[in-house]
């Protein structure tokens, strides 16, 4: 049981380049998302996955597009990465765990935008 | 705009003593969150409350509704408590588990 996984862990790109971070989760959760933190800042909720075929904007999604592949997988995709995309992503997943309604974190992606 | 504050931002204690850690929030949270985030950036959950107390070994979390405040104690604090102590509401009216954070308190427990 790997719980929340995220690749890559770095990653360093130019202006304009593209890339996708990958996140998928063996947890059978029905919700997931995208978070980016920033120094100084809360977490900030760019996407969200209410369910498998769904997905929403959150605080924070210019730039930004998702794939809720299947019920695992949960991709968030840059098209045209700008410096102010610079931050460590996090996916997230939620389900009852501990007997509440909990919120398990991957490991987090560090981005770099040159 | 719903928003969640907390104090102080750093806080450093010597090893043994008794730490609180404050949450104020906007009215309508369906629940308030506290997550720990490790040095090495990895966040975990450790208590979710929407009333009263809750404690788990020497963490405990209360929360007042009616002053809509949190509290993050830890008892006999030691050094491997240093961390980022984030709390996070849930509002009502928001998306099913969408989460409203603070920008965390860090903590260092010094030996």
């Known amino acids: 049981n790997a719980g929340v996984t995220q690749t890559p862990k770095f990653q360093v790109l130019k202006t304009g380049q593209s890339m996708t971070l990958q996140c998928a989760q063996d947890m059978n959760h029905n919700s997931m998302y995208w978070y980016r933190q920033d120094p100084g800042m809360g977490l900030r909720l760019i996407y969200y996955?209410?369910?498998?075929?769904?997905?929403d904007k959150g605080e924070v999604p210019n730039g930004y597009n998702v794939s809720r592949l299947n019920k695992r997988e949960f991709s968030l995709r840059l098209e045209s990465a700008a410096p102010s995309q610079t931050s460590v992503y996090f996916c997230?997943?939620?389900?009852?765990?501990?007997?509440?309604?909990?919120?398990?974190f991957g490991p987090g992606t560090r981005l770099l935008v040159l | 705009k719903n928003e969640v504050e907390q104090s102080p931002q750093n806080l450093t204690a010597q090893e043994g003593e008794f730490i609180t850690i404050n949450c104020s929030y906007s009215?309508?949270?369906?629940?308030l969150h506290w997550l720990q985030q490790h040095p090495g950036g990895g966040i975990v959950s450790l208590f979710m409350l929407s009333s009263g107390k809750k404690k788990h070994g020497r963490l405990i979390a209360t929360i007042n509704i009616q002053e809509k405040h949190s509290s993050l104690h830890i008892t006999a604090s030691h050094p491997r408590d240093s961390a980022v102590y984030i709390c996070a509401a849930a509002y009502y009216g928001g998306s099913q588990g969408n989460l409203i954070f603070g920008k965390g308190t860090k903590l260092s427990v010094k030996p």
């Open positions: 996955s209410a369910s498998e075929g769904t997905t």
């Open positions: 997230a997943s939620s389900g009852v765990g501990e007997g509440w309604e909990t919120q398990y």
């Open positions: 009215v309508g949270i369906s629940a």
